[in-house]
């Protein structure tokens, strides 16, 4: 038996662990969070341990945002980050592969530590970021950063960009492997007789501007079509203030802001007839994989989305693609499918499509469980040495 601990802190979910249900196989994984992570529904069991990152999620404290500001702002000067796990070093006798996530947070520190003293066998770290050289600002996270990309066996990454931007902070394309997640599509899967006449549009996402929410509400104000309608999932800071605009225009039955659990999302989905994400690109992020666009697609929505970030990675030519913040195109090609009927049963297959072949975690699942059998292997030949 293999024996892999999957470490994602304050951030585990089941968005991506997903694509790591590998029941049946000789791979046991185990998922390493902090105590309030964002989804526990992880098809794998889990070990959750105390973290910083936990202070803004703790019942007393969830309530006041400013607690989640200062404790990230504290971590980041005092130790580079609030992503700690108290007692990881523990566990390092208990599993053959550490699997962490970005190199910028601690808990992918501590681990690095652990395995620059050969306490850890292997270590495998993924890296979303597309932006080269982000996350160093701050001088101890910057520090961290480096030192967990000088000491990780190999990387995985979800987008070709992603690569490319490890690569150009120094890391060899030798030691990265380029995945692409998936969705459970026994989950996620079109109604038996979707119509092609669009009565709801969709959102999924934070409500902050990176995300474009406010470019799409610009815009389908625009849509004068009465049985037209916009479901907006998700929650932010720009909450009230879409709140105010909806009121101010009089859009209070075409317009609604709800929040459902994970578990929901496929039935959400299903309802919809149209889906868009209209990120944008901020200095320091920009979107790296978009999940919601693949939850998408295999419902069998058509997608409008904008050319940022690795959007294209994920969508392919299947999605209408405009320029982030054109709020003109967006509704144009929101117009386009609400009238031309042939146009969205094209989208609507390419999307389905395009899902079903690149998109589906389970043939994921296999990639990701030859991968640890690979550097498993390594391990039996070659023992821990950190140069082997």
Not at 32 to 42: E, F, G, H, Q, V
Not at 144 to 165: G, P, S
Not at 321 to 341: H, S
């Amino acid at each position: 038996m293999i024996r892999v601990a999957w470490v994602r802190g304050a951030y585990l979910n089941n968005f991506e662990g997903q694509n790591y249900n590998l029941k049946g196989t000789d791979i046991h994984i185990t998922g390493i969070s902090s105590k309030y992570p964002i989804d526990s529904a992880i098809p794998f069991p889990l070990i959750r341990l105390s973290s910083p990152a936990d202070i803004p999620s703790m019942p007393l404290l969830r309530y006041i945002p400013p607690v989640r500001l200062f404790t990230k702002y504290i971590c980041n000067r005092l130790i580079g980050d609030s992503q700690m796990l108290v007692g990881l070093e523990k566990l390092a006798p208990s599993f053959d592969i550490f699997h962490t996530a970005d190199p910028h947070y601690y808990y992918s520190y501590q681990l690095a530590q652990l395995r620059a003293k050969n306490l850890i066998k292997r270590l495998i770290v993924t890296s979303w970021e597309t932006i080269p050289f982000n996350n160093e600002s701050v001088p101890h996270k910057k520090k961290l950063k480096q030192f967990v990309l000088d000491h990780a066996d190999q990387f995985v990454c979800y987008t070709q960009k992603a690569a490319d931007t490890l690569n150009k902070e120094g890391i060899s394309m030798k030691k990265i492997t380029v995945i692409k997640l998936g969705i459970d599509q026994t989950i996620f899967f079109p109604p038996d007789n979707r119509s092609t006449e669009v009565k709801t549009i969709l959102f999924v996402g934070r409500l902050v501007e990176e995300k474009g929410i406010l470019d799409l509400y610009e815009a389908f104000a625009g849509i004068r079509t009465p049985t037209v309608k916009l479901r907006i999932v998700g929650n932010g800071p720009l909450k009230k203030s879409l709140l105010r605009c909806i009121a101010a225009d009089g859009l209070e039955n075409r317009v609604s802001i709800e929040q459902h659990s994970y578990s929901d999302m496929p039935t959400v989905f299903r309802e919809a007839d149209m889906f868009i994400l209209p990120s944008r690109t901020t200095p320091t992020w920009e979107e790296q994989y978009g999940m919601v666009l693949a939850e998408a697609m295999a419902s069998g929505l058509p997608v409008i989305t904008t050319s940022t970030g690795a959007i294209h990675e994920v969508t392919g030519d299947a999605a209408l693609t405009v320029e982030a913040g054109d709020t003109r195109a967006m509704g144009r090609a929101m117009r386009q499918l609400i009238t031309d009927k042939k146009k969205y049963t094209q989208k609507s297959e390419a999307a389905l499509h395009r899902a079903q072949e690149y998109l589906d975690s389970h043939k994921t699942a296999k990639i990701i469980g030859t991968i640890y059998s690979e550097i498993y292997e390594k391990i039996s030949n070659h023992g821990s040495n950190p140069y082997s």
